[in-house]
């Protein structure tokens, strides 16, 4: 056996992350990373993107928004040039404001839209005519359980990550027979700065303290915690993997059993 492959299996591969300068992001890259991926850091914040990208090989920054078609063409054909094709995209970009429906606007209703689903349809577009041409790829969307199940007071959140779910499934099947692999990942609550800015608005409205909404939203999954960056990354990495060629059009639950 290969050492060297058995231990960097995606050796040779252009991975691209959205929405890498924290939280799952900068954990997926870490990931990939260490598996031999040449990879892409993509976001809105250069510096936060840089820092994350000095403890790894063969990082590439770019900055785009995600919900702007064009920088986002930008943006890849910067990646590309830098360190060839993208065969794997991890879209994790994502926003996830809270309200009651009657109080969300219209301008952070679509906001939420451009940025989770608009921004995951961009990247897509932009690179899954790298995964044609090289004859294999792997796009993963982080969704969420609220892709699969209806929550109170983020209804522009569920729809957003019910429509990329919906997205994964077609795109999967569009592409069933090109060896390429479609998958969501759909974690529940992880231990994220989205999370505190979360708990911070449920402190604000509710008069709670901060480890009485820790514990309303621990709540939710029945293994009582919060899911971790890493695990999300590890699911990542089964994804990309040999051995997850027959797994695509899959929305993946990852919440301590909340959705079965």
């Not at 890498?20 to 250069?46: M, Q």
């Not at 928004?65 to 990646?79: I, K, M, N, Q, T």
């Not at 301008?107 to 577009?125: H, K, P």
């Not at 820790?214 to 994804?239: I, Y």
Request: net charge neutral.
């Amino acid at each position: 056996m290969n050492i060297t492959a058995s231990h960097r299996p995606l050796a040779g591969r252009h991975a691209l992350v959205s929405g890498a300068s924290r939280g799952i992001g900068a954990a997926v890259v870490r990931e990939l990373n260490a598996l031999g991926a040449k990879v892409t850091l993509l976001g809105r914040d250069p510096a936060a993107l840089a820092h994350v990208a000095a403890g790894l090989d063969d990082a590439v920054v770019v900055t785009a928004d995600v919900g702007d078609a064009e920088s986002v063409e930008a943006a890849v054909a910067a990646a590309r040039a830098a360190a060839g094709p993208i065969a794997i995209l991890v879209n994790n970009a994502g926003i996830g404001p809270s309200a009651p429906f009657l109080k969300t606007g219209a301008d952070v209703w679509s906001g939420v839209m451009r940025t989770n689903l608009e921004g995951t349809v961009n990247l897509c577009r932009a690179a899954l005519p790298d995964m044609l041409a090289v004859g294999w790829g792997r796009i993963v969307n982080i969704a969420s359980t609220a892709g699969l199940r209806g929550y109170p007071y983020v209804t522009a959140y569920c729809s957003s990550k019910h429509a990329v779910v919906g997205l994964t499934r077609a795109l999967a099947m569009e592409f069933v027979r090109k060896q390429i692999t479609v998958n969501a990942i759909c974690p529940g609550y992880v231990n994220t700065d989205l999370l505190e800015r979360t708990l911070d608005n449920i402190v604000q409205k509710t008069g709670s303290n901060r480890e009485q909404a820790a514990s309303q939203l621990r709540a939710t999954n029945p293994q009582d915690r919060f899911v971790e960056p890493e695990e999300v990354a590890a699911m990542v990495r089964f994804l990309c993997l040999p051995g997850s060629e027959s797994v695509t059009g899959q929305a993946l639950a990852l919440a301590g059993g909340e959705i079965q």
